[in-house]
């Protein structure tokens, strides 16, 4: 189980890292396409990804509860997803990275709804990075801005996505969970960008390349891996490390656009790391139920 953790524990790092990566091209393709029409290309990218690796590795045959799960996630999904791209044209960068990274907070409430206790060491990590975001985030002084809301709507959906992934993905095949929730995503979005984005679809163009990279690596790649990682990390645990994307993100505006980071941003760059060692402090220990559901074969 130990082996099992670190491995989890590295994939959900991964996550954060490419989540990091692709933030500035989520930034660059809000300029020229609508938050709709943006996440209905980028999610069938992803699903395209993950469809044809399943369809090279055996027979489509997802279960009902893939079907169903992956569904109602797809819905959280592309709820979360409009959300944030909606309002990050209406609000700054570092406002809307620190309200999309309030989800940390959000896990073990929205765990507790479920019937999913958190330890005492992931609760202090996640109140620890959360400290490190506000810092990281930089001046968020300030009354709300318009898109400030929709991010923090945002951030609640988030939170209920990593909590649903947590009951489903032990006992469902992670490419086809990933597969039915993308295309669910992709279907949700394409069907609302012809009435309300039409007049948006002419400059579609000039953001194919970032939308591509988003596609293929944040969505095939990322959300297929955080499905895989929670098969074996506690919710409030996999939020904490999923949150070092800020870090990453600050990371590869250093090397990629020379933006540089002052000694508040250092040290939250810190805490946040701080908070992801932390609540590794005491180890989740699994109940023989639990165990029992991780060690069953998929059905």
């Not at 990091?20 to 992803?46: C, D, E, H, W």
């Amino acid at each position: 189980m130990k082996r099992a953790a670190l491995r989890a524990d590295l994939i959900l790092l991964l996550v954060a890292a490419v989540w990091g990566s692709g933030f500035v091209a989520q930034q660059i393709a809000a300029k020229s396409m609508g938050p709709l029409t943006f996440n209905a290309l980028r999610y069938l990218v992803g699903f395209a990804l993950v469809a044809l690796i399943i369809l090279c590795r055996s027979r489509w045959k997802p279960t009902r509860s893939e079907l169903v799960g992956g569904s109602v996630l797809g819905v959280i999904m592309a709820g979360a997803a409009w959300l944030q791209q909606a309002g990050i044209p209406n609000t700054t960068t570092a406002r809307a990275g620190f309200f999309t990274g309030l989800y940390v907070l959000l896990v073990p409430i929205v765990g507790l709804l479920f019937g999913q206790r958190a330890r005492f060491a992931h609760i202090a990590g996640a109140s620890v990075a959360a400290v490190g975001l506000w810092l990281l985030s930089g001046d968020i002084a300030g009354g709300l801005n318009p898109g400030d809301p929709l991010i923090i709507a945002c951030a609640v959906l988030w939170a209920v996505h990593v909590v649903l992934i947590a009951r489903l993905a032990p006992k469902a095949d992670p490419l086809r969970l990933a597969a039915v929730q993308f295309a669910t995503v992709a279907l949700l979005s394409g069907v609302l960008v012809l009435p309300l984005e039409h007049d948006q679809l002419a400059t579609v163009t000039d953001g194919l390349l970032p939308m591509a990279y988003s596609g293929i690596f944040v969505i095939g790649i990322a959300f297929t891996l955080q499905i895989v990682g929670q098969r074996s990390a506690p919710p409030t645990h996999a939020a904490v490390l999923m949150s070092m994307e800020a870090v990453f993100a600050a990371a590869f505006g250093l090397m990629l656009l020379g933006e540089g980071l002052n000694a508040g941003e250092m040290l939250g760059c810190g805490l946040m790391l701080a908070g992801a060692v932390l609540s590794q402090v005491w180890p989740h220990k699994r109940t023989p139920a639990e165990i029992a559901e991780l060690t069953d074969p998929v059905r």
